[in-house]
Structure formats: structure tokens, C-alpha cells
T-cell receptor, first 113, second 114 residues
Framework: GQQLNQSPQSMFIQEGEDVSMNCTSS?????WLWYKQDPGEGPVLLIA?????ELTSNGRLTAQFGITRKDSFLNISASIPSDVGIYFC?????????????FGTGTRLQVTL | DAGVTQSPTHLIKTRGQQVTLRCSPK?????VSWYQQALGQGPQFIFQ???????QRGNFPDRFSGHQFPNYSSELNVNALLLGDSALYLC?????????????FGSGTQLSVL
């Protein structure tokens, strides 16, 4: 099935550093969401974006819905050890409902002290 | 307020067998969706149930079927299991009529097919 392209695939960063990751699609999406998944758990919603150009923050996390509606970005400021996990972008296209999400390939974040 | 609950947490089956996975949605939610997550991949949409009917389906064969009950809980059935069906199966619930509909996921059922 289709998956969105996320980059980077994985990253090691030091505690306190800022993190940026992005997600791209070949087609337009109406909604972009960012999830975090810890081992043995389901994805947890971090941020939801509903309009092109929208910039939304949730604590140290900031995400943007790209103007072209084909991409989205997630930034994490001042990373801490509990930020470790896999981050997934997800989106809904014009043919799907909000329940039918297309997920990205994931960015694995590892933080070193 | 209980979130999305799934059972069992782990399951081991052999090829050709059938399996049933269960899901209770978050309180107040009326829509249940099922996703398959293979190791190292993002979740893939299987299907969605609303008002006890399958409303949308992803690219999965008919071996995958489901059901939604009047209390909004749901089951995912997989027949004639293949080795490639080994994955984490995630249930997600939402409130369909909200314009900002958001999906909340359970912890999943880890299915191993031997």
C-alpha cells in the first residue's frame, strides 16, 4: 500500500538539541497528523493540522502543513530522553475519511545524554 | 475514561488457522478502524466500521473481515492465515461526525503466524 516518505529514517541527537523531520507525498492531502509510537504501544497523536500553511505547537513540538499540501514538517526543541521513539506522519486524502490514514515510513529518534 | 482497549495482547497461530481480534473503542466514539503494522513499517489501513457496517476498505484480501456490534466494539477476523500476516494489529476509534475527527489507537495485538 501507499506510504508517505519520511526523512530522515533515523537520527541520533544529543539531549538539548533541536530536531527536524519531514514528510512528503506525491499527492495532495487534506489533513496532516504526527504520531509518536513507543515500543509495544500504539501510536499516540501529537499534533493535527487541517489547513495548508497552518503552523501548530504542542509544548516543545511544532508542526506545519505545507503550502503545496504535499508535505509537512515536525520540529522538536530542546530534546529530552523521553523523546526517544518512532515518529510517524499521517494524512488523509480527498478520497478518504479522517479514519483512513496513510502513514509515513517513520523516523526513529534516539537521544544520547 | 478508558481509552481504546484491544485483546488479546499477543497471539501465536499456525498457517491456515483463523484468528479473531477484539477492540473496544474509547468512550463516546462510534467509529472503529483497523490497521496492520508490519515490523519496521508504518500502519496500513485495513477497514473502517461505522453504524455496524464496513464503510471503507484498504488493499487487503477478503480473508480479512470484520464486524461492529451495537455497543460500537469491533472484531477483526483473518482466515487462512499466512506467514505474512504476522504483524501488530492496531484498532483505532474516533467520533465520525466531528469536523476535527481524530484517531486514538489501542496498544495493539501482536500476531505471530508460524
Amino acid at each position: 500500500g501507499q506510504q508517505l516518505n519520511q526523512s530522515p529514517q533515523s537520527m541520533f541527537i544529543q539531549e538539548g538539541e533541536d530536531v527536524s523531520m519531514n514528510c512528503t507525498s506525491s499527492s495532495i492531502f487534506n489533513t496532516w497528523l504526527w504520531y509518536k509510537q513507543d515500543p509495544g504501544e500504539g501510536p499516540v497523536l501529537l499534533i493535527a493540522l487541517y489547513k495548508a500553511g497552518e503552523l501548530t505547537s504542542n509544548g516543545r513540538l511544532t508542526a506545519q502543513f505545507g503550502i503545496t499540501r504535499k508535505d509537512s514538517f515536525l520540529n522538536i526543541s530542546a530534546s529530552i530522553p523521553s523523546d526517544v521513539g518512532i515518529y510517524f506522519c499521517a494524512g488523509t486524502s480527498s478520497t478518504g475519511t479522517a479514519s483512513k490514514l496513510t502513514f509515513g515510513t517513520g523516523t526513529r529518534l534516539q537521544v544520547t545524554l | 475514561d478508558a481509552g481504546v482497549t484491544q485483546s488479546p495482547t499477543h497471539l501465536i497461530k499456525t498457517r491456515g488457522q483463523q484468528v479473531t481480534l477484539r477492540c473496544s473503542p474509547k468512550s463516546g466514539h462510534d467509529t472503529v478502524s483497523w490497521y496492520q503494522q508490519a515490523l519496521g513499517q508504518g500502519p496500513q489501513f485495513i477497514f473502517q466500521y461505522y453504524e455496524e457496517e464496513e464503510r471503507q476498505r484498504g488493499n487487503f484480501p477478503d480473508r480479512f473481515s470484520g464486524h461492529q456490534f451495537p455497543n460500537y466494539s469491533s472484531e477483526l477476523n483473518v482466515n487462512a492465515l499466512l506467514l505474512g500476516d504476522s504483524a501488530l494489529y492496531l484498532c483505532a476509534s474516533s467520533m465520525r461526525r466531528r469536523t476535527d475527527e481524530k484517531l486514538f489507537f489501542g496498544s495493539g495485538t501482536q500476531l505471530s503466524v508460524l
